[in-house]
């Protein structure tokens, strides 16, 4: 998850190559989550990738205590990471993200990111 997790969360932009419709309610909420995931990566702040952005699951499949270590390690050499959001679907405290992620000199892969509301909050759960 570690590796991935550092492709995924970065360079959020909602939509493909049609001009998207803009979110809202849940979806937005998400998208917002990733978007912050997609921050704290690029700036590479694990901490709060780690502690604020994923789920326990989430942080126990990525180290669970080494998880900034385990980050900060896949990230190496990654440059430019960014994902692209390409639909949002939200059921109750659950939703799935289909993204497509890249980072410079690397091929784009499709994905999809699974989140979980975690008290009023979106968090990364998994990425497939």
Same mark, same amino acid.
């Given at each position: 998850?570690?590796?991935?997790?550092?492709?995924?969360?970065?360079?959020? $932009?909602?939509?493909?190559? =049609? =001009?998207?419709?803009?979110? $809202?309610?849940?979806?937005?909420?998400?998208?917002?989550?990733?978007?912050?995931?997609?921050?704290?990566?690029?700036?590479?702040?694990?901490?709060?990738?780690?502690?604020?952005?994923?789920?326990?699951?989430?942080?126990?499949?990525?180290?669970?205590?080494?998880?900034?270590?385990?980050?900060?390690?896949?990230?190496?050499?990654?440059?430019?990471? $960014?994902?692209?959001?390409?639909?949002?679907? +939200?059921?109750?405290?659950?939703?799935?993200?289909?993204?497509?992620?890249?980072?410079?000199?690397?091929?784009? +892969?499709?994905? =999809?990111?699974?989140?979980?509301?975690?008290?009023?909050?979106?968090? +990364?759960?998994?990425?497939?």
């Amino acid at each position: 998850m570690a590796t991935l997790a550092i492709l995924a969360p970065v360079g959020c $932009s909602i939509g493909a190559d =049609e =001009e998207p419709k803009p979110a $809202s309610g849940p979806a937005a909420a998400v998208a917002a989550a990733v978007e912050r995931l997609e921050r704290a990566i690029a700036s590479r702040d694990f901490t709060a990738a780690c502690d604020e952005l994923f789920t326990a699951t989430a942080r126990r499949r990525s180290g669970g205590d080494e998880c900034e270590a385990q980050l900060r390690s896949a990230a190496e050499g990654v440059r430019r990471p $960014s994902i692209d959001v390409h639909r949002i679907t +939200v059921a109750g405290d659950s939703a799935t993200v289909e993204v497509t992620t890249r980072a410079e000199g690397q091929a784009r +892969v499709r994905d =999809e990111l699974r989140m979980r509301r975690v008290d009023g909050r979106w968090r +990364v759960e998994a990425l497939s």
